[in-house]
């Protein structure tokens, strides 16, 4: 069977009757019959998570290809939880340096403290990863493409630098999903996603997962997320579950949308470059076509607004698009990104003038969309004019 008809057939339904969806148990306590039970049964308590985990897991694991999956209550700790299970005083981790923001914040404030250091290499860049690693380097994590620049990362070549000295590699694989891309298959010892975005897919629920075929991995992941508490709750495992039947069809659309969106941005004259690998014109393009089979709806692009005042005439002159953190919903969102970079090594979208501009492609009809980014880009040409 295929990805969509296994999402959507995981459940086998258990006991007499059969429902579609597994019931949502709402529980700490778990109850048993007799004393034997209460120390052996598992799960025994519903922090580790009862049916509907067992089926989201079950989910993450089809879609990813992996043997293996742990959940968390959110993207961030689903990230923290797969660093920190890797690792320990004296270690040293590489990023990279388009990973999400709070994952680096992580590894530069929160793993600092427990004597572990971190440094940063360009995405695009092997030399400069190469330099970075130290004799006590243990963990590579990168996120491709970046979710706010979007580098395509060349995971083979790392994942083969990796394995030559015993590094472990972790990615975050939320932009693809598990649909376009699953990075276990590339070599990655580790995958994670924010399930947050696409999987739940209507911005009403966080969580998290992390994915991995290594047994050793895995137990080091079901100790870390015991050790720290860190569990889903129950609606929040639905929402996800539930999301998972309709993922690769949403994602089709929203990959149809944004392809639409970038090429008409293209032929805008205030945009400087448009950033989306699944265009000829990305940098990676060659290796997005290697390594991905599909694109998502988040992509960037540089605005020649001029000054910021005309920024803020184009960002009020767009209506459907709603500003906001996060995206993988069925709405349209985009935000204005420079203030929430703090790149250390090149940055390749700064080679031309812009304000980066992120978009999220929603599921609303496409020359609606079209439509309103006319909207903004009139709003900045009267604002330039007056
Ligand atoms: C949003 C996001 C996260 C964090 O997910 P939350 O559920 O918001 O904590 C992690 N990685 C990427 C790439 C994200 O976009």
Redesign the pocket.
């Known amino acids: 069977m295929k990805k969509p008809t296994k999402l959507i057939h995981n459940n086998a339904g258990t006991g007499t009757r059969r429902t579609v969806n597994p019931p949502i148990e709402r529980a700490s306590t778990v109850l048993f019959p007799d004393r034997k039970t209460l120390y052996s049964a598992t799960p025994g308590y519903g922090r580790m998570g009862l049916g509907v985990h067992r089926e989201l897991e079950a989910a993450m694991c089809t879609l990813e290809g992996a043997a293996h999956a742990r959940l968390t ?7 923290t939880v797969a660093i920190g299970s890797l690792v320990e005083a004296g270690d040293h981790v590489l990023i990279s340096d388009s ?2 923001g ?2 680096r914040r992580f590894c530069e404030r929160r793993l600092k403290t427990m004597g572990i250091d971190s440094d940063r290499f360009s995405p695009r860049n092997i030399g400069d990863l190469q330099s970075k690693l130290r004799d006590n380097t243990k963990v590579i994590a990168l ?1 491709s493409p ?2 706010l620049t979007f580098e395509i990362s060349d995971t083979r070549a790392i994942v083969a630098l990796a394995k030559s000295r015993s590094i472990r590699t972790i990615m ?1 694989n ?2 693809a999903a598990g649909v376009f891309c699953q990075p276990l298959s590339l070599g990655v010892d580790v995958s ?6 696409y999987v739940v897919g209507h911005a009403d629920a ?3 997962a992390v994915m991995t075929n290594d047994p050793a991995i895995y137990t080091s992941l079901e100790n870390i997320t015991e050790d720290w508490g860190i569990a889903l709750a129950p609606d929040d495992a639905y929402a996800a579950l539930r999301g998972t039947r309709t993922l690769t069809t949403r994602l089709r659309e929203h990959e149809t949308t944004a392809l639409v969106l970038a090429e008409w941005l293209e032929s805008q004259e205030n945009v400087t470059q448009v950033i989306h690998p699944a265009l000829p014109s990305h940098p990676d393009h060659a290796l997005w076509q290697r390594d991905f089979s599909g694109s998502s709806g ?1 992509f960037a692009f540089l605005l020649n607004a001029g000054s910021k005042d005309s920024l803020d005439a184009f960002i009020d002159g767009i209506k459907l698009f709603k500003l906001g ?4 919903g069925f709405e349209s969102l985009f935000i204005p990104c420079d203030d929430q970079l703090t790149r250390l090594s090149g940055d390749w979208s700064r080679s031309k003038d812009g304000y980066l501009i992120r978009l999220h492609a929603g599921l609303e009809d496409v020359g609606d969309l079209v439509a309103d980014l006319k909207g903004g880009f009139d709003s900045m040409a009267s604002a330039k004019t007056t």
């Open positions: 209550p959110n993207g961030l700790s689903a990230c990973i999400y709070p994952t996120e970046g979710s975050d939320t932009w994670v996603q924010a399930l947050t975005k966080f969580g998290g988040l953190f996060s995206w993988g």
